[in-house]
Structure formats: C-alpha cells, structure tokens
C-alpha cells in the first residue's frame, strides 16, 4: 500500500509558519492499493482539499494518456472512513471536489449510531445555514454505510477495482489471467473518545487466482482516542498474558485496545498531549477530553510490537521546534523500554508530517511456501457490504443514583435516541427489583446509592441475578474515596476500565453508553445467497413477474392460506437481489410491497427444499433483533414454502426457488405435520 499524509494537525487548523514542518491541516490519509487500484481515504479534515486536487490531477493525466493510447478511462473513486464526525475530521467533505463530479463513485464509511445514521450526520454540517451546497446536492455516486466494531471478519476490497464498490475480493478472480493482484481488509475497534469514534487497521494482501497468502502488509489509524485507564497516561501499560486463564487475568479495555494493531508495520495514533499536560499536576487537566499521551502510546505500541510509530493528531499550540523535542522524547523513552525488557527490536518512532509519503510492499511475501485457499463463499459470508445496524428491539439504560445528576443524562440519552427506554432509581432495592423484572441492557450506577454503595449493587447483580446478571454491562461513577475493599470489588464484579474516575462530561458518559449498546451481540443473520444465485437471478426476471400489479389468481391463494391457518398476514413474496417484493398481500398496508432482503425471512426459506419454521422469531438467534420482528408486523411465528420454476436442464440443475408463499403470526405457535399437509 502507498501512504500520503494530507493532515495530521488535531482540533483546529493550523496555517502558521511555525508550524509548517510538520502542517496545520486536520486529518485526512490516502491510501492506495499497492498496484494503483483501490483507493482507501481516512477522515476528510482540512487535508482533503489538498488530496481532491491531486485525485483531479491524476484523472486528468489518465484521461490524456487513454486518449493518446486508446485505453478506457478507469473507474474514478473508492473507500472513504471516518472515524467519527468532530469538524476537524469532516471539515475538508464540503470542499473534496471528486464529491461533486459524476464521473466518480465513493462510499463514505463511519460509525453508525444508536438513532442518527452516518448521512444525516454528515449533512448536518452541510445545511443552508451553514454552508451553500448540501449534501445531496453532490453529483457523484455516493453512498453512506454506518459500521459498528468488528476486529475479526472485517471489510473486504478488491485491491484492482478502485469503484467504490465493495468486492468481497472474489469477482476478478477469473478474469486475472493468473496475474498476481491484491486485496484489503479494513477492520474497526471503537475508540474512547467523547463521542462514538472507531480505528481502523488496514491489511493488504496477495493474491493468485483464489489463492491469497497469509502474509500481508499492515497499518492502522488510531487518532482521538484517550487511555480507559487514566493511570496508564504516565505509562506503566502491562500487556496481556494470552496463556493465563484465571478469572483475574481477564483483559481490560486497554489491553483490547493494543492487540486490535498488535504487530501492525505502521501505527498513527493519537498522542496530542504529554503527561504533565494532561493530568491534575496540569494548568488545566485534559482527563476525559479523549486525547492520549505520548507516554501512554509508546507503552502499547512497544508492547504490541508495532515495527513503525508515527505520532499523530499534534496539539494546535505546539509549534515545530516542539514537535521536534517530542520527537527526541518519545525516542528516548522506546529505547528505554528496549533496554529495560531485553529486546533486540527496537520501536521506531517518528512524528506524522503532512507531505509523508510511505510504501508498503505485501508483494515480498509472494514467494512464502505457506498459502492459504480463499473460501469465497466465506468471505462473502463476513463481509461488512451493508449496515446491519446493531437495532435490537427496545434496548433500556438503568442509571441508578442518589448524588450524582442522572436526570440530566436521562435526557440527553432520549434526546439522542428517542426509542431509548431510560429509567433513574435511587435505591438498591428499587434497582435489583427493576433488574429482575426487566433486565435493562446496560446499568450505570453511581458509588452513592441509598441503602448500599453502587459496587454492593454491582456484586448483587453479578452474583444473584443468573446469566444475565453475570454479562450486562455495568458503568459506575468512582466515589473520590476508595479503600482497599473497593478496589478488589472493582477488580472481581467490575473491570477497572468501566470505573469511571476524575471530572467527566455528560456526552462522555452518553458515548460510553452508546459503545456498551452497540457491542451488545446482534441476533440477526442475513440469509446466504444460493449457490445458484445468478441463474435465480436471471429466472426471475424472465418470468416478468416483479412490479407487476395484483392479480386474483395469487390473492385466492393467500386468502385461503390466510382463512385455515387463521393467520393475520400471508403472502407470496418474490426474492429479488436486494429485496423482497409482494405479488401478494393479504394483513399489510395496501401502500407495502417490498422490504429489503436483509430483513427477509423468505430469503432463508429459498434455501430450503421443504417447509421453512420459526416458532418464536424472539427466540430465534437468526431473528430476534431482525427489524419485522421489533418493529411492525411485530412477526413471532412464519411459515413459508418456497415456489419453484423450471430452468433449461443445460444449467445443470431443474428448478430454482424464485420465492415464497408464507403465513405470519404476531403470536407465537407450532405448525405441525398436519398443517404441512
């Protein structure tokens, strides 16, 4: 991959002279592809201009050189990630030019909330008031996909298509000629920051045909993100031991933190501040401002064997000559750690610099014996293509207090998420009764509780209330003293890193909130398309069926279906590629004809050769928090049998599944061997 930086400068920019070493532009990273296809942009602060002129040069240059040559001018376009929607990091989208040209296609990702999605995000700072040209009003083709974290499966893109479609790395493969190509993946970790913020790590790989290697090229971007433990702002970071299995030795949010970009070839992290700036020993404390120090990022990264450290997000006040003593600083304490733990690989340590132009060669891993055969199937099946948003139905908060102002939290939780269910209790008992009962999503408590402290409410929880009372998050607000009885509660009932210590703001305890709910496990699965997906495909729209108006010879059929089931809902619904469309409708608005295909229970039951059963839709790990199911119709209980047609037997196969004839219940219920009859 090849690296150009086009900001590094955190908060506001910077156009001084003392400053222009280093650059006074907001954030703002190209990254491309190491055979020149995909184009990988992270954040659009000020930097971006810079970057939209040069992408305008380039396609300018290629339109020339395909006019001379006779070659076609390649997809314009790629990949943009945001890593949350703060103005020094989006400040640059109004002005990226390659936004406003027809030619181009982008999809814009970045961190989906509990309510907003990312596009309305994005438009806010593009309304009349604030700016003349909103963002819709932008004439490429432009797409805006909300992600949550996920370190593991991640986004796959094809490292020859610089579209900004994603690829799944599998569509080219045939056409390659046995060339060698590459191929990304993007991965997201949530951030502690005042407001939802993911990092990002980026690998790029080699791959032949449908072999990929192994090995690959790495870097990630970490930038506005403040240590869980404050204490580790001076250092003192221990990493996780891997091998140790006791309960105590269970990994904090730091250590998660450090193995997402373990072993990375190039980390940019934030490391605004050092420490004497931003502790209580400072003339104004920066704790809970969402910053890291520089003491605290050469600690994870040595630990983490990072190859290559490029301190990012500098501080707005810190002028070159600065810049350049910290430098020296963080140098120094690396090869401290180097010396102090015996290694003989030293982190290198620089400062990013707007200008920086970095490479990334995974092609030296080529001739590696070792080779893994790529499961396309599977890696279609984890890609992130579109925003399953973690919408489980009716997520609550339990803030239990007696000092500290939760009713002021209360409201800016529903004001940012009105379908939020938000209940304030003072009392343990009222708090354990509320828990039984209702089993809220997440609990924040503060130490001052009355009739208990909020860590004996903690211990409750955990230890009386089974399962669920053993996984719920838990927050709690540090009380300003702690004995030594409370610090090992804290280490058994807790987790240190959700013990939130110091002057906090409400919207940093809101983002904290919102991490917990949308780490919460999503029982939703999308249905795999089958293995004859494109002959399904082009079957069904030869039959000229979709779109087409209703016709008595379907809507018997459902009424019937719908009298002896005695069933609210039965349809005949028709599997499209990105939907699923009603050729019959019975128990739905007239106005309903078609849902997407991720919400589809019609897409699994295509799969099937026989009767497709949801007994309980709620207890269905496939289906609970699919939005039928939480939302209108409020589906519990479906039944669907797939309808199948004829294909010309040189397909090799007789009939493919172009949909379904279905019945819905909102209630739960069986469907017994005599109803299949």
Not at 52 to 70: P, V, Y
Not at 105 to 125: F, M, R, V
Not at 387 to 401: C, D, F, R, T, Y
Request: aromatic residues 10%; contains cysteine.
């Amino acid at each position: 991959m090849k690296i150009q930086i086009y900001g590094c400068r955190g908060s506001i920019p910077r156009p001084h002279p003392d400053m222009a070493r280093y650059g006074g532009n907001t954030p703002c990273i190209d990254v491309v592809s190491f055979n020149g296809g995909h184009r990988l942009i992270f954040d659009l602060g000020s930097g971006a201009f810079d970057l939209g002129q040069k992408i305008l040069g380039e396609m300018i240059a290629s339109k020339k050189e395909g006019s001379e040559n006779g070659k076609k001018l390649p997809q314009l376009g790629g990949s943009i990630f945001i890593t949350h929607t703060h103005w020094d990091h989006i400040q640059g989208l109004p002005f990226f030019v390659p936004l406003y040209l027809p030619m181009f296609q982008w999809k814009i990702y970045g961190p989906e909330g509990t309510a907003k999605t990312l596009q309305d995000t994005l438009s806010g700072q593009m309304q009349h008031d604030y700016f003349p040209v909103r963002l819709g009003d932008m004439s490429s083709s432009m797409k805006c996909v909300g992600l949550s974290e996920n370190e593991n499966e991640g986004l796959w893109l094809n490292g020859n298509d610089c579209g900004g479609e994603d690829r799944d790395g599998a569509e080219n493969d045939e056409k390659s000629n046995g060339e060698s190509s590459t191929i990304f993946r993007v991965t997201t970790k949530y951030l502690n920051h005042t407001v939802l913020t993911l990092g990002y790590k980026v690998e790029e790989f080699v791959r032949k045909n449908n072999n990929r290697k192994t090995k690959g090229v790495s870097m990630a971007y970490i930038t506005d993100h403040e240590p869980f433990d404050h204490s580790l702002a001076n250092g003192g970071y221990v990493p996780w031991d891997v091998s140790n299995k006791s309960e105590s030795a269970r990994i904090t949010a730091d250590q998660s933190h450090a193995e997402f970009f373990k072993g990375v070839d190039i980390l940019f992290h934030d490391s605004q501040y050092l420490y004497s700036e931003y502790g209580s020993q400072a003339a104004q404390s920066k704790e809970n401002w969402g910053h890291s120090t520089v003491e605290y990022v050469i600690d994870i990264a040595f630990h983490s064997e990072v190859k290559h450290l490029y301190l990012f997000h500098h501080d707005p006040q810190r002028k070159d000559d600065a810049m350049d003593e910290l430098v020296e600083y963080a140098r120094s304490r690396a090869a401290e750690l180097e010396k102090k733990h015996k290694r003989s690989f030293l982190l290198k340590v620089d400062a990013a610099k707007e200008g920086d132009v970095l490479e990334l060669d995974p092609f030296v891993f080529v001739d590696e014996p070792e080779e893994k055969k790529l499961d396309l199937g599977q890696l279609r099946r984890n890609s992130i293509t579109a925003s399953l948003k973690n919408a489980v139905h009716q997520q609550s908060v339990l803030l239990g207090s007696f000092k500290t102002d939760m009713e002021t939290l209360s409201d800016l939780l529903q004001t940012d998420n009105a379908t939020l269910d938000v209940k304030v209790l003072h009392s343990c008992n009222d708090i354990m009764q509320f828990c039984r009962e209702n089993k809220p999503s997440v609990i924040v408590l503060d130490q001052d509780l009355f009739g208990c402290s909020g860590l004996k409410a903690c211990k409750d929880i955990r230890t009386k209330l089974g399962e669920w009372g053993a996984d719920v998050p838990i927050l709690m607000v540090a009380s300003e003293d702690e004995s030594a009885e409370s610090t090992e509660l804290i280490d058994k009932y807790l987790n240190s890193d959700n013990y939130i210590k110091g002057v906090y703001s409400h919207a940093y305890f809101v983002t904290r909130i919102q991490m917990a709910l949308l780490r919460i496990p999503l029982r939703w699965r999308r249905a795999p398309a089958p293995p004859n997906e494109e002959l399904r495909i082009a079957t069904l729209h030869n039959t000229g069926l979709l779109d087409t108006g209703f016709e008595e010879r379907f809507d018997r059929i459902i009424r019937l279906a719908k009298t002896m089931f005695n069933v609210p809902i039965a349809l005949v619904s028709i599997v499209d590629k990105d939907r699923q469309w009603f050729k019959a409708c019975c128990g739905l608005p007239p106005d309903v004809r078609e849902t997407p295909r991720d919400h589809a229970f019609c897409a699994h039951a295509i799969l099937q050769d026989d009767f497709f059963v949801v007994p309980d839709a709620c207890l269905d790990e496939r289906f609970a928090d699919n939005p039928l199911v939480w939302g209108p119709p409020h589906v519990r209980f479906y039944a669907g049998y797939p309808l199948r047609i004829p294909v010309d037997e040189k397909s090799g196969c007789c009939s493919v599944a172009i949909g379904t004839i279905c019945i819905i219940d909102s209630k739960p219920r069986d469907f017994s061997g005599a109803d299949e009859r």
